[in-house]
């Protein structure tokens, strides 16, 4: 299946250069599953936007959302390796109700997470689809890369947070 991702308009910047409360959500090793969670106070669901699958890897845009009141805190597109994932999640991730880092989390799955680049991104029409209004003209994001302890690359990501109130 082909996957036609929006064109982004961004430029890459330092992860120096990002704002708060963007560098703080943005900037570190972990997943942003729990990060947004913290921040936002709530659990996280997926809503899924358009997802494909040639059976080696599954790929997915979505947004998440709090389950307190349905708010988007993140756009994603991911790209996951399913035979890297231990067989009893693999439905979980095409169910595509729970966001990768929490069925990492919940299923005790090591990885590491490593972003690959910050971005600044130019809200453009299908980013502002994905989150129904951008209140900026800029967003922020990252792409980054969710690999197991043995190498294996379980996941390629961008991440794109909507507008926050800046520190």
């Known amino acids: 299946?082909?996957?036609?991702?929006?064109?982004?308009?961004?430029?890459?910047?330092?992860?120096?250069?990002?704002?708060?409360?963007?560098?703080?959500?943005?900037?570190?090793?972990?997943?942003?599953?729990?990060?947004?969670?913290?921040?936002?106070?709530s659990a996280l669901s997926v809503s899924p936007l358009r997802s494909s699958n040639d059976g080696r890897s599954y790929f997915r845009e979505v947004l998440l959302t709090t389950t307190e009141n349905d708010q988007a805190v993140e756009y994603g597109a991911i790209e996951i390796t399913l035979k890297h994932l231990p067989e009893e999640v693999r439905p979980?991730?095409?169910?595509?109700?729970?966001?990768?880092?929490?069925?990492?989390?919940?299923?005790r799955i090591p990885y590491s997470s490593s972003p690959r680049a910050f971005l600044k991104i130019i809200p453009d029409g299908p980013i502002v689809e994905a989150f129904g209004s951008v209140e900026s003209d800029e967003l922020y994001g990252r792409s980054n890369q969710i690999t197991g302890f043995n190498g294996d690359i379980i996941a390629r990501i961008v991440e794109i947070l909507p507008t926050l109130a800046l520190n």
């Open 1 to 41: 299946m082909t996957r036609k991702l929006p064109k982004l308009n961004f430029s890459e910047l330092d992860a120096s250069q990002i704002p708060e409360p963007y560098a703080s959500l943005l900037v570190h090793d972990g997943d942003m599953t729990s990060r947004l969670e913290a921040y936002h106070e």
């Open 92 to 107: 979980l991730v095409i169910e595509a109700k729970q966001p990768l880092g929490g069925l990492l989390n919940q299923y």
